[in-house]
């Protein structure tokens, strides 16, 4: 299976009031993970947007907080492809920090269209992608 492995660090901006990574983030850090899985494979996520015309919206997000993450923690976000439909994709997250799972998430994207209309995943991005995910 592949995955990829990203280090970021809480930033002070990123806490609440007690210190504690502000729950939102969590999504902002799987996005983050997301463009480098796609990086990773060798595909700019800037690029799929401005050339191909082609967007991943969230279309469903799961976010499970099993510890809590404060100011100037380094974690580490490791992002795998769970699924790939013709024009979906599931991604899966593990947020961890010394070694513990703090945080574990999914999110469900839909390829589309500039105008929001599905479109099949290009052959390219779909076998990049089929490729990470162990055979059963």
């Known amino acids: 299976m592949f995955e990829n492995r990203t280090e970021i660090r809480v930033r002070y901006a990123d806490t609440d009031q ?5 729950y939102s983030n969590y999504l902002v850090w799987f996005e983050v993970a997301r463009t480098e899985f796609f990086r990773s494979l060798g595909f700019d ?3 799929l947007e401005k050339e191909r015309e082609i967007y991943l919206p969230v279309a469903e997000v799961e976010c499970r907080y099993r510890a809590s993450l404060r100011y100037d923690d380094l974690a580490t976000i490791v992002s ?9 994709l599931v991604f899966e997250y593990e947020i961890t920090l010394g070694g513990k799972t ?30 990470t995910i162990p055979s059963e």
């Open 102 to 131: 703090v945080t574990t998430g999914l999110t469900k994207h839909a390829f589309v269209n500039r105008t929001g209309k599905p479109v099949a995943i290009p052959e390219d991005i779909r076998e990049a992608l089929i490729r």
């Open 45 to 47: 996520y800037r690029a």
């Open 80 to 88: 795998r492809v769970k699924n790939v439909g013709n024009s979906r």
């Open 18 to 22: 007690m210190g504690v990574m502000y």
